[in-house]
């Protein structure tokens, strides 16, 4: 089982920067493939970045690219979204989700793929 937790939302103004941070219970958090998803009112979640467990590259939602950098620290057992130049289109609750151990199944831009999930983390863009 894996508790995930995270922070760093908040209101920033667009153009401005906000760096979330999921940390995850567990020791082997290097065996998870993680994600970042968001809900904005009313509309359905949708997938933001995925970071692999086995290396390689990650993967963005068209919306994202070249705005937000995912990251992982093992050590740390902790996975980052670094989100730049935000618009407020990106206000949303942002959540963090992780795989089952060694997923190999692909499809990690669909939420069906992640069997843990936090509680979400308010991320508002002011126009």
């Known amino acids: 089982q894996v508790q995930l937790v995270e922070s760093g939302g908040g209101l920033v103004q667009a153009g401005g920067s906000l760096r979330l941070s999921c940390a995850a219970s567990?020791?082997?958090?290097?065996?998870?493939?993680m994600a970042w998803f968001r809900q904005a009112p009313g509309k359905e979640r949708e997938f933001a970045a995925a970071?692999?467990?086995?290396?390689?590259?990650?993967d963005y939602a068209d919306s994202v690219k070249g705005r937000f950098t995912i990251s992982r620290d093992n050590a740390k057992n902790s996975v980052y979204l670094q989100m730049n130049s935000l618009k407020p289109e990106d206000t949303a609750v942002y959540y963090c989700?992780?795989?089952?151990?060694?997923?190999?199944?692909?499809?990690?831009?669909?939420?069906?793929?992640?069997?843990?999930w936090g509680q979400g983390t308010q991320v508002t863009v002011s126009s």
């Open positions: 989700a992780a795989t089952r151990p060694y997923y190999s199944g692909g499809y990690y831009f669909r939420d069906y793929s992640y069997d843990y």
């Open positions: 970071i692999k467990w086995s290396g390689g590259p990650a």
């Open positions: 567990g020791r082997t958090f290097s065996a998870y493939s």
